[in-house]
C-alpha cells in the first residue's frame, strides 16, 4: 500500500505526485506521504513543519521565498482548486526564472513539490479552497522574500478565467514585491 507515481516537470527537481487511491461506495483511502516509499524512488526529504491555509476564488499567494532558511515544499489541495506555481530561482539552473505550474484539487489529488531555491504561489479557481503542505525547514518571518506574481519577464500564464487583474485578491505584501531581476535571491 501506498505507492506513489512520481513525474518529474519541466524543470528539474520539481516533480508532481500521484498518490494510489483506494476507494469504493463508502469513500476512498490514500497515503499523502511515506518516508520509505519515497526514498524508494531516490527521493530524500526531511519535513519539520505542516501548514494550511483556507482562500476564496480570486486569491493569489505568492511568490514566496526564504532566503537564510529555504523551504522545499510538498504541496496539495484538500478541498477546492488551485492552480500552483513554481519560479525557479538558482542562478547556476539551466531554468533560472523559467516557471512550471500544475492544477491541483480534491479531485485529481495530486501534489507538487516544490524544492529549495524556487518561489512559489498559487492561485484558487474553486469558489473556495483548503491548501495543505509539508516544509522542508521551518517558516522565519524575518527571512521572507517576494517576487512580483505578474512580472512580465516570467510571464506565468495564471489561469484567470474571466477574472480581471484588478479583481485579483492579493495581500498588502504580495501588491508590492519587486521583479525578479530587482530582487536579490541567492540560491
Same mark, same amino acid.
Given at each position: 500500500m501506498g505507492k506513489?507515481k512520481?513525474?518529474k516537470?519541466?524543470i528539474?527537481d520539481?516533480?508532481?505526485v500521484?498518490p494510489?487511491?483506494f476507494?469504493?461506495d463508502?469513500g476512498?483511502?490514500m497515503?499523502?506521504?511515506?518516508?520509505n516509499?519515497?526514498?524508494?524512488?531516490g527521493?530524500?526529504?526531511?519535513?519539520?513543519?505542516?501548514n494550511?491555509?483556507k482562500?476564496?476564488?480570486?486569491?493569489?499567494?505568492?511568490?514566496h521565498?526564504q532566503?537564510?532558511?529555504?523551504? +522545499?515544499k510538498?504541496?496539495?489541495?484538500i478541498r477546492?482548486?488551485?492552480? !500552483?506555481?513554481?519560479?525557479? *530561482?538558482? /542562478?547556476?539552473?539551466?531554468?533560472?526564472g523559467q516557471w512550471v505550474?500544475e492544477t491541483?484539487?480534491?479531485?485529481?489529488?495530486?501534489q507538487l513539490?516544490i524544492?529549495?531555491?524556487f518561489?512559489?504561489g498559487f492561485f484558487v479557481?474553486s469558489d473556495?479552497?483548503?491548501?495543505?503542505?509539508k516544509?522542508?525547514?521551518f517558516?522565519a518571518?524575518?527571512?521572507?522574500?517576494?517576487i512580483l506574481?505578474n512580472?512580465p519577464?516570467?510571464?506565468?500564464d495564471?489561469?484567470?478565467? +474571466?477574472?480581471?487583474?484588478?479583481?485579483?485578491l492579493?495581500?498588502e505584501? !504580495?501588491?508590492?514585491?519587486? *521583479?525578479m /531581476?530587482d530582487?536579490?535571491t541567492?540560491f
Open positions: 506513489f512520481i513525474i516537470k519541466e528539474e520539481v516533480f508532481t500521484e494510489t487511491v476507494g469504493d463508502r476512498y483511502f497515503e499523502t506521504y511515506n518516508e516509499d519515497f526514498k524508494d524512488q527521493i530524500n526529504l526531511t519535513f519539520v513543519q505542516d494550511q491555509s482562500s476564496t476564488k480570486g486569491v493569489l499567494r505568492g511568490l521565498f532566503y537564510k532558511h529555504p523551504q +522545499g510538498l504541496v496539495r489541495v477546492g482548486k488551485v492552480f !500552483d506555481v513554481a519560479v525557479d *530561482l538558482r /542562478k547556476d539552473s539551466n531554468t533560472y505550474g491541483l484539487s480534491e479531485d485529481n489529488k495530486k513539490f524544492p529549495k531555491g518561489a512559489h479557481i473556495e479552497a483548503e491548501f495543505v503542505y516544509c522542508t525547514d517558516y518571518p524575518d527571512d521572507e522574500g517576494g506574481w512580472d519577464n516570467i510571464g506565468i495564471w489561469p484567470l478565467d +474571466g477574472i480581471n487583474e484588478e479583481d485579483i492579493l495581500s505584501k !504580495d501588491q508590492n514585491w519587486k *521583479l /531581476k530582487t536579490k541567492n
